[in-house]
């Protein structure tokens, strides 16, 4: 009889951790069929928007490759004859506007995420004040931005009149709150280590965060100006109300009045009954995808050239 109370014992424990073995083995099938019902989600987003984009890069070469030559890029534009018509004014003008953004948005925007990461009291109520007004400004629609730049950048307290700094200050307001996000993440993404470090071998914080800290987080940051300007260069609607005029005949000057832009001008074509123009808007697709690919190709090389594995 004592013999057998421990194999009843013995079986018993045998059987339980069958048991914990078969939910442990569930849970992890069920995990498995998760992650790869998650990975075929992701990929299938990705796949929808690369076709989207192939499909607009394929109409634009279809409808405009015939446009498509040195004129278009040195040619200013035409009301009259389309086969000589380009869209010099509005590259110079998308290129001003785009350069101004960046010296706005990446001062502005890498100094308020570290801020906000690194020397803010959460504690404080204005601190979490901002960060609530940023997170909600990134879904405000674009044509608020442009009645915000044309109320007080234009006109009112700083007066600009309508000129490429006030479209290039009011474009890097809409794209901001992007740069402070992508920038935060970044400095997240750095091991608290090498802060820590820094300041134990007698360095203050601020030096660490600038020799240490930026540096190191300064990959990330670049991804989130890509994604800036990436959206910047394609915004016509805040443009219209702070004074990118729809067809302009002289190069653009930063400071002074008169300025078009590429997705500006575009619209300008487009709305034109006759099919010729139709073929001009689409060839300036193509021209503000080059300019795109211009200016984004120096942000991943510069990317890739500081990138740093942890």
């Known amino acids: 009889m004592s013999q057998g109370i421990p194999k009843r014992a013995s079986g018993a424990a045998m059987a339980a951790a069958a048991v914990t073995q ?4 569930g849970a992890n099938n069920k995990a498995l069929v ?40 040195v040619n200013n534009p035409s009301s009259f004859r389309p086969e000589e018509a380009g ?13 101004g953004v960046i010296l706005l948005i990446v001062p502005l925007g890498v100094g308020a995420a570290t801020y906000l990461e690194l020397f803010a009291d959460r504690t404080r109520w204005y601190n979490r004040l901002i960060e609530l007004n940023i997170q909600n400004l990134a879904g405000v629609p674009s044509i608020v931005f442009g009645i915000l730049g044309l109320a007080f950048i234009v006109r009112g307290v700083f007066d600009l009149g309508f000129v490429v700094a006030a479209g290039s200050a009011t474009i890097a307001i809409l794209v901001l709150p992007t740069v402070i996000l992508a920038s935060r993440e970044a400095i997240r993404a750095v091991p608290s280590s090498l802060l820590d470090g820094a300041m134990a071998l007698g360095a203050t914080r601020l030096q660490a965060v600038r020799k240490m800290v930026l540096p190191s987080a ?3 940051m670049l991804t989130g100006v890509i ?40 619209y300008n074509y487009a709305g034109r009954p006759q099919e010729e123009f139709h073929t001009l808007a689409a060839a300036g697709v193509l021209v503000m995808l080059v300019v795109l690919f211009f200016i984004n190709s120096i942000a991943v090389w510069l990317r890739a050239r500081y990138e740093r594995t942890w």
Request: charged share 10%.
């Open 227 to 266: 994604l800036a300007v990436a959206r910047a260069i394609g915004e016509a609607a805040p443009l219209l109300l702070v004074g990118a005029a729809t067809f302009v005949t002289f190069d653009p000057n930063f400071w002074q009045d008169g300025y078009s832009a590429l997705p500006v001008m575009i």
């Open 22 to 25: 078969n939910i442990y083995k």
């Open 34 to 73: 998760g992650g790869i019902m998650f990975r075929l989600l992701l990929l299938s987003a990705l796949g929808i928007a690369m076709i989207a984009i192939l499909a607009v890069i394929a109409w634009a070469l279809v409808e405009g490759a015939a446009r498509v030559n040195v004129g278009l890029f």
């Open 87 to 99: 869209y010099r004014p509005a590259i110079l003008g998308t290129v001003q506007l785009i350069a």
């Open 218 to 220: 300064a990959p990330g």
